[in-house]
């Protein structure tokens, strides 16, 4: 099996789980949900919403319900110590680390595939007005998030203060990808559109995505080898 | 019939690997910030061979387990598995590696099959088009005794049951040196007996067993040699003279006789 099929065979096994607790996919929906619903009552007064409130709180639920499935994907992986016996296994250490973002991705995604529409509702966003660039900013927002993510969670397994560390050292690092995701998603929802400035941003995800999945992919085998 | 050892050598051959027929632990240190989990630990041991750990809790033991899995590096020292250091075999190494963790490696949410053919292909062992990984698969099941149970969430099953599942995990890809943390635990008497059976049948089929464990009495069965571990330390267990519980203490009193001496020389 070469190294894309060791990273599907441990992405499929997470989604496997997943699929029979579905413990994560309710519990990260139900909170992304929340976040929108409670900012609703906020921003937005007599029916109008306030200019951008929608592209951040998107990512305001994008992030924290992302934290609540990293943190919790490692936890499965730490109860009966199986993490050891990944990398007991003579699988080059990337491939489980891509086999573990995958997994935590496709989730993320399909929590915001629900999101997004709560959005367009509750915050009369206009999601459909350029629905691939808007989706082109979605994913490469979460692949950033989701790798940066992977690789802390899958440090911070053994600390005894996991669930308190992984957003204290996981949101300064992904600063500038949630602000580049809500530029370039308020310029999509904006009264005046500017497409151009979205697909700019769009490029600054995607040079942040390259240079974090690099670092995480460098960095990932020697931290698991201790 | 398919045979087993075929199935695992035709997936051997598809992907690099490494042979041993020693693994020597040499002088090796394991600290852990400024607490000494191993000292100067050194021993050798051989195809055919089943070692015994034992010592009291915290002694160090499932350390040198973590270190010769290659998991843990140790702080000074080495460990040579044959002509191999593990730094430089790295992954082919650890195909030749089988673990049983105190924490069993298995996913609750999972079946018993289902765990055992995820693991097999990490070991790539999914050869003929997945029809080898799933004869492996139903021969270690029944070797389990868990058959009727293959298609049951591994968290349904009691600890017996889940043990016996886990050793069949280290035990997939015919691993050259198999490791043990605490094999009996949770064994009933029939499933500890057959364990034995099992690791007579590695003996003779020339793989290195390294076990460690607080069960003396179903240890003695099979081992061929013991050691004691005590504060990160390695002392051979003497090897005549009553049970290998009395021998075992013996070597402890010895050793803190020789201590006391030492002591009341050195003043």
Sequence with gaps: ?????????IARKDLVVEARSREL??????????????????????????????????????AFSGTLALGRTFERE????????????PVERPAIYLGKLVGVLLLMLGVELFVVPIIGLLFQAPVTRAPWLLAGLLAAGTVGFAAVGTLFAAMLMRAHSRDVLLPVLLYPITVPLVIAGVRGTASIFAVEPNL?????????????????LTLALWVFGPVMNE | MVDAADLVAEAAAER???????????????????????????????????????GPNGAGK??????LSTLLRPSTGRVRY??????????ALR???????????????????ENLTFFGRLYGLDTRGGSGLEHLVNQSLAFARLTERADDRAGSFSRGLRQRLALERALLHQPRLLLLDEPFTGLDDESALVLIARLRMLREAGQIVVMATHDFDTAEAVVDRAICIDRGRAWPVTVTGGSLRDRYRRTLQERDQARLEKGTAGH
């Design chain 1, 1 to 9: 099996m070469g190294f894309l099929g060791t990273v599907w065979t």
């Design chain 1, 25 to 62: 996919a309710y519990t990260t929906l139900f909170f992304a949900v929340s976040v929108v619903l409670v900012f609703s009552f906020s921003f937005v007064v007599d029916g109008a919403p306030l200019t951008d409130a929608a592209a951040g709180i998107l990512w305001v639920g994008i």
């Design chain 1, 78 to 89: 730490r109860q009966a110590d199986t993490l050891k016996a990944l990398l007991l296994s």
């Design chain 1, 196 to 212: 151009a400035v979205a697909q700019a941003w769009l490029s600054m995800l995607v040079f942040f995505d390259a240079v974090f």
């Design chain 2, 16 to 54: 690099q690997t490494v042979d041993f027929d020693a693994v020597d632990v040499e002088d090796v240190s394991r600290h852990y910030g400024r607490r000494r989990a191993l000292a100067h630990v050194s021993l050798s041991v051989g195809r055919g061979e089943i070692l015994g750990l034992f």
């Design chain 2, 62 to 67: 499932s350390t040198l387990l973590s270190v």
């Design chain 2, 82 to 91: 044959g002509a191999h250091l593990s730094d430089e075999a790295g992954d």
């Design chain 2, 95 to 113: 195909g030749q590696i089988g673990v049983l963790g105190h924490d069993l490696f298995l996913y609750p949410d999972l079946s018993a099959r």
